[in-house]
């Protein structure tokens, strides 16, 4: 599966920004679609995932804030960040997780870099 993101740059505090990522699948089953987050000096967070029948999970940091939403036909994930904080500010990076026939595999982007000034 290749992943390809858009959005993301710089936003001032309590500004928004969106994120975009487009799965080709090659034979896979895109099931479950999210975002991860690693700011400078720290691991690689979940931010949010979406399963393809649209169950949600979010990270506590960014609840009520960000609202992750999908496209099935298009294997499309957004990230819509709202009321952004300077604390957001990570390389962003587009993760699948995807199957073909019984084998499971995890996928990622190439990461979008988020600047959230305050």
């Known amino acids: 599966v290749q992943l390809q993101s858009s959005g993301g740059g710089l936003a001032q505090a309590g500004g928004s920004l969106r994120l975009s990522c487009a799965a080709s699948?090659?034979?896979?089953?895109?099931?479950?679609m999210g975002w991860y987050r690693q700011a400078p000096g720290r691991q690689r967070e979940s931010v949010a995932t979406i399963k393809i029948d649209g169950g949600t999970n979010y990270a506590d940091s960014v609840k009520g804030r960000f609202t992750i939403s999908r496209d099935n036909a298009k294997n499309t994930v957004y990230l819509q960040m709202d009321n952004l904080k300077p604390e957001d500010t990570a390389v962003y990076y587009c993760?699948?997780?995807?199957?073909?026939?019984?084998?499971?595999?995890?996928?990622w982007g190439q990461g979008t870099l988020v600047t959230v000034s305050s």
């Open positions: 993760w699948t997780e995807a199957v073909r026939v019984v084998v499971v595999r995890e996928f």
């Open positions: 699948p090659n034979g896979y089953s895109v099931k479950v």
